[in-house]
C-alpha cells in the first residue's frame, strides 16, 4: 500500500510566568521508513501582550498631506497605541496651499460623535486624550466637558494639550479662545505651546532663559504639571555651552521642559537641536503625539516618570523627519532647478513637495537612537 501517514499531537501544555510551552510530537511512515519529531514551541500569553493604550484625538484632519490627525495618528499607531480619530475640520489640504476645500465641524456634530461613543460605553476604554488645533470656541467648550467626563470614567487618563493658538506673534483663533485654554489647563496633564502662546497663556514675554522658566512656571500654577515649550529663541549668553553646537546664534530654536516632582520641586531643562531652512508643516502635530508615546514610555519604566527623558526621545525623532523632510526638498529644488524653499511657498506644487516625510521616518519615530547625543543635546537648569 503506497503513501505516507503523518500525525501530530499536542501532548503537553505547562505555563511558566507570562509564557506557555506547548511541545508537540509528530510521526510519518510509509512502508520503508519510519520518523518521529518532538517539538517545545514557546508561545506569549494574553499577559504577554502588555498593557492596552487607546487615545482620543481630537483635532484637524486633511485628506492629502500630513496635519493635525493625519500627522498624530502615524506615529502612536506605529508605537503600539490604538487611536481614536474626532476630527475638528475636514480639508482637502492643509490651509498653507494656495486653496483648500472642506468644512468645519460645529459644536453640536462634535458633541453628537461623542454621544455616540458614550451611549455604547466606548468612552470608558480611553487612557489618554490628545487635542491640538481646534479653531472653534464652542467646540473647545465641548472638549473641556468630554475631558472632564473621561477622567471621571477613569482618574488614571492622561491629558496631552497642545494649544494650537498661533505663532510668531501672530494669532490665528479667535482671541476668547486664549481665556478659554487658561481655564482647560486645570486639567491639563501635559501641555505643549510654542514661545508665542506660552506667552499667550502666561500674559508674559519670553526675552531671555530666565523669563522660560518663569512663564513655565506660570504654567504650572494655571494646573499642568508638566510643560514643554516646544520651540522658543533666547539670547546664545543665556544657553550653557555644553549645548552650544558650530552654529549656534541668538536665532537658534531651543525645547524648554518643566516638570513638578512628587516632592513638589521643579526640574527644568533645556534642548538644543538643528533646524534646516525650509517650510515645515506638521511638526508640532508630531511632536505633542510622540510626548503622548514617550511620556506613558516613561510612566512604565520609571517610578518617577522623566519629562525631559521624554521629550529628548520626541525631540530625535520629529529633528531626524524634520531633516528627511528638508532634504527632500532640497532634492525637489535640484531636480526643478528653482529657488531654495525657504519661506511659504506661492504653488501647489512647491508646497506639495515641502509634505512631511511622515510614512518614511517610521524607523525614526520607533528609534529616536538613532540620532547621536552630540546632534540633539540637553543640560538640566539650575534655578533660575
Not at 44 to 57: I, W
Not at 150 to 159: E, G, R
Not at 338 to 356: F, M, N, W, Y
Given at each position: 500500500?503506497?503513501?505516507?501517514?503523518?500525525?501530530?499531537?499536542?501532548?503537553?501544555?505547562?505555563?511558566?510566568?507570562?509564557?506557555?510551552?506547548?511541545?508537540?510530537?509528530?510521526?510519518?511512515?510509509?512502508?520503508?521508513?519510519?520518523?518521529?519529531?518532538?517539538?517545545?514551541?514557546?508561545?506569549?500569553?494574553?499577559?504577554?501582550?502588555?498593557?492596552?493604550?487607546?487615545?482620543?484625538?481630537?483635532?484637524?484632519?486633511?485628506?492629502?498631506?500630513?496635519?493635525?490627525?493625519?500627522?498624530?495618528?502615524?506615529?502612536?499607531?506605529?508605537?503600539?497605541?490604538?487611536?481614536?480619530?474626532?476630527?475638528?475640520?475636514?480639508?482637502?489640504?492643509?490651509?498653507?496651499?494656495?486653496?483648500?476645500?472642506?468644512?468645519?465641524?460645529?459644536?453640536?456634530?462634535?458633541?453628537?460623535?461623542?454621544?455616540?461613543?458614550?451611549?455604547?460605553?466606548?468612552?470608558?476604554?480611553?487612557?489618554?486624550?490628545?487635542?491640538?488645533?481646534?479653531?472653534?470656541?464652542?467646540?473647545?467648550?465641548?472638549?473641556?466637558?468630554?475631558?472632564?467626563?473621561?477622567?471621571?470614567?477613569?482618574?488614571?487618563l492622561i491629558y496631552v494639550c497642545d494649544t494650537v493658538m498661533g505663532d510668531e506673534g501672530a494669532l490665528y483663533v479667535a482671541p476668547e479662545i486664549v481665556p478659554?485654554?487658561?481655564?482647560?489647563?486645570?486639567?491639563?496633564?501635559?501641555?505643549?505651546?510654542?514661545?508665542?502662546?506660552?506667552?499667550?497663556?502666561?500674559?508674559?514675554?519670553?526675552?531671555?532663559?530666565?523669563?522660560?522658566?518663569?512663564?513655565?512656571?506660570?504654567?504650572?500654577?494655571?494646573?499642568?504639571?508638566?510643560?514643554?515649550?516646544?520651540?522658543?529663541?533666547?539670547?546664545?549668553?543665556?544657553?550653557?555651552?555644553?549645548?552650544?553646537?558650530?552654529?549656534?546664534?541668538?536665532?537658534?530654536?531651543?525645547?524648554?521642559?518643566?516638570?513638578?516632582?512628587?516632592?513638589?520641586?521643579?526640574?527644568?531643562?533645556?534642548?538644543?537641536?538643528?533646524?534646516?531652512?525650509?517650510?515645515?508643516?506638521?511638526?508640532?502635530?508630531?511632536?505633542?503625539?510622540?510626548?503622548?508615546?514617550?511620556?506613558?514610555?516613561?510612566?512604565?519604566?520609571?517610578?518617577?516618570?522623566?519629562l525631559i527623558e521624554a521629550a529628548y526621545r520626541v525631540i530625535c525623532s520629529v529633528n531626524a523627519i524634520t531633516k528627511n523632510t528638508w532634504l527632500h526638498q532640497?532634492?525637489?529644488?535640484?531636480?526643478?532647478?528653482?529657488?531654495?524653499?525657504?519661506?511659504?511657498?506661492?504653488?501647489?506644487?512647491?508646497?506639495?513637495?515641502?509634505?512631511?516625510?511622515?510614512?518614511?521616518?517610521?524607523?525614526?519615530?520607533?528609534?529616536?537612537?538613532?540620532?547621536?547625543?552630540?546632534?540633539?543635546?540637553?543640560?538640566?537648569?539650575?534655578?533660575?
Amino acid at each position: 500500500m503506497g503513501g505516507i501517514i503523518m500525525y501530530t499531537i499536542e501532548c503537553q501544555r505547562t505555563l511558566q510566568g507570562n509564557r506557555s510551552t506547548i511541545i508537540y510530537f509528530s510521526f510519518f511512515f510509509s512502508k520503508k521508513k519510519f520518523c518521529f519529531n518532538l517539538i517545545s514551541v514557546v508561545m506569549p500569553t494574553m499577559e504577554d501582550e502588555g498593557p492596552n493604550y487607546r487615545v482620543l484625538s481630537i483635532q484637524s484632519h486633511t485628506v492629502s498631506g500630513y496635519c493635525g490627525n493625519k500627522a498624530a495618528v502615524f506615529p502612536l499607531q506605529t508605537l503600539g497605541f490604538d487611536v481614536d480619530i474626532l476630527n475638528t475640520v475636514q480639508f482637502s489640504n492643509h490651509t498653507g496651499y494656495p486653496s483648500w476645500t472642506g468644512s468645519k465641524m460645529t459644536a453640536d456634530h462634535v458633541q453628537e460623535l461623542f454621544d455616540g461613543l458614550e451611549a455604547n460605553g466606548l468612552t470608558e476604554d480611553y487612557t489618554h486624550v490628545l487635542t491640538g488645533y481646534i479653531g472653534n470656541y464652542s467646540i473647545l467648550e465641548k472638549v473641556e466637558l468630554m475631558v472632564q467626563k473621561l477622567k471621571a470614567i477613569n482618574p488614571s487618563l492622561i491629558y496631552v494639550c497642545d494649544t494650537v493658538m498661533g505663532d510668531e506673534g501672530a494669532l490665528y483663533v479667535a482671541p476668547e479662545i486664549v481665556p478659554l485654554y487658561r481655564n482647560i489647563m486645570r486639567f491639563v496633564d501635559v501641555v505643549t505651546p510654542n514661545q508665542f502662546e506660552a506667552e499667550l497663556l502666561s500674559e508674559m514675554k519670553i526675552k531671555s532663559l530666565l523669563d522660560a522658566s518663569s512663564v513655565t512656571k506660570k504654567l504650572h500654577t494655571l494646573g499642568s504639571p508638566n510643560v514643554i515649550i516646544t520651540s522658543l529663541t533666547v539670547p546664545l549668553k543665556d544657553v550653557p555651552k555644553e549645548i552650544h553646537s558650530e552654529t549656534s546664534s541668538d536665532e537658534s530654536l531651543y525645547c524648554f521642559t518643566s516638570q513638578i516632582l512628587p516632592d513638589g520641586t521643579i526640574e527644568q531643562n533645556l534642548i538644543s537641536f538643528p533646524t534646516y531652512p525650509g517650510y515645515f508643516t506638521g511638526t508640532g502635530d508630531l511632536f505633542s503625539s510622540l510626548v503622548v508615546a514617550r511620556l506613558q514610555e516613561q510612566m512604565n519604566t520609571s517610578d518617577i516618570p522623566s519629562l525631559i527623558e521624554a521629550a529628548y526621545r520626541v525631540i530625535c525623532s520629529v529633528n531626524a523627519i524634520t531633516k528627511n523632510t528638508w532634504l527632500h526638498q532640497q532634492k525637489k529644488v535640484l531636480l526643478e532647478k528653482t529657488q531654495g524653499i525657504r519661506l511659504k511657498p506661492d504653488s501647489a506644487k512647491v508646497t506639495r513637495q515641502c509634505e512631511l516625510q511622515l510614512i518614511k521616518g517610521k524607523k525614526e519615530i520607533e528609534n529616536p537612537g538613532l540620532v547621536g547625543s552630540d546632534i540633539v543635546k540637553k543640560i538640566r537648569i539650575s534655578q533660575l
